[in-house]
């Protein structure tokens, strides 16, 4: 009687763990709309060619899938449109006539699409009313993008004077592993549109709150 009694009290325990396991784990589905800075570089540009870049912020919408675990941790894998970009600056001067200076200076505004699957762990501070804490890594596809571009030339040279001003022109994206030479451009045109080439796929690790 002393085993039977103790084999159900330890069945009884088991049952209550198992319970209480399964009321922890909630599984919740919603809409997601935020905003993502990413990092960028670029390859390619002349070693003389004084470059800066900068990220800008892009939307990202979709939806989540959120896991919980425990009643401040869970696991977030989400399905997401996702906009990234850059900016790019830089400055160009010819000296090779020491009488005149050439000064060619050219920024452009890239945005990329992507279809992106990120797997995140979220951490919950304060409740419903607080923040959350979100890291883990992403895997995404490139499915588009534009951009435009400015170049300003400004020389004291009586041959290239006559051209100084602000020649804008809008950039279309490609996806492959090498640079469009761009021998295809029309260069009759002062305002050329320019085929910017970036890899399709993409993966890396995000962070925030």
Same mark, same amino acid.
């Given at each position: 009687?002393?085993?039977?009694?103790?084999?159900?009290?330890?069945?009884?325990?088991?049952?209550?763990?198992?319970?209480?396991?399964?009321?922890?784990?909630?599984?919740?589905?919603?809409?997601?709309?935020?905003?993502?800075?990413?990092?960028?570089?670029?390859? #390619?540009?002349?070693?003389? +060619?004084?470059?800066?870049?900068?990220?800008? *912020?892009? /939307?990202? &919408? @979709? =939806?989540?899938? %959120?896991?919980?675990?425990?009643?401040?941790?869970?696991?977030?894998?989400?399905?997401?449109?996702?906009?990234?970009?850059?900016?790019?600056?830089?400055?160009?001067?010819?000296?090779?006539?020491?009488?005149?200076?050439?000064?060619?200076?050219?920024?452009?505004?890239?945005?990329?699409?992507?279809?992106?699957?990120?797997?995140?762990?979220?951490?919950?501070? #304060?409740?419903?009313?607080? +923040?959350?804490?979100?890291?883990?890594?992403? *895997?995404? /596809?490139? &499915? @588009? =993008?534009?951009? %435009?571009?400015?170049?300003?030339?400004?020389?004291?040279?009586?041959?290239?004077?006559?051209?100084?001003?602000?020649?804008?022109?809008?950039?279309?994206?490609?996806?492959?592993?090498?640079?469009?030479?761009?021998?295809?451009?029309?260069?009759?045109?002062?305002?050329?549109?320019?085929?910017?080439?970036?890899?399709?796929?993409?993966?890396?690790?995000?962070? #925030?709150?």
């Amino acid at each position: 009687m002393k085993n039977h009694f103790t084999a159900l009290l330890l069945t009884t325990s088991l049952a209550g763990a198992a319970t209480t396991v399964r009321a922890q784990t909630v599984i919740q589905f919603g809409p997601r709309l935020g905003v993502n800075l990413s990092t960028s570089s670029n390859s #390619g540009t002349p070693s003389d +060619f004084n470059e800066a870049t900068k990220s800008i *912020v892009g /939307v990202q &919408v @979709g =939806g989540t899938l %959120s896991v919980g675990i425990t009643d401040k941790f869970s696991f977030q894998p989400s399905l997401l449109y996702s906009q990234k970009g850059m900016e790019s600056t830089g400055s160009q001067t010819d000296r090779s006539d020491p009488h005149y200076a050439t000064i060619i200076k050219a920024s452009a505004t890239i945005k990329l699409n992507y279809f992106e699957l990120p797997f995140n762990f979220v951490y919950a501070i #304060g409740g419903a009313e607080g +923040f959350q804490l979100f890291a883990g890594p992403y *895997v995404a /596809v490139g &499915v @588009g =993008g534009s951009g %435009s571009y400015k170049v300003n030339l400004n020389s004291n040279n009586p041959q290239f004077a006559q051209f100084n001003g602000d020649y804008p022109g809008s950039l279309t994206v490609e996806f492959a592993d090498k640079q469009n030479d761009n021998s295809t451009v029309n260069n009759n045109s002062s305002t050329p549109t320019i085929i910017v080439t970036t890899r399709r796929f993409d993966a890396g690790f995000n962070a #925030g709150i």
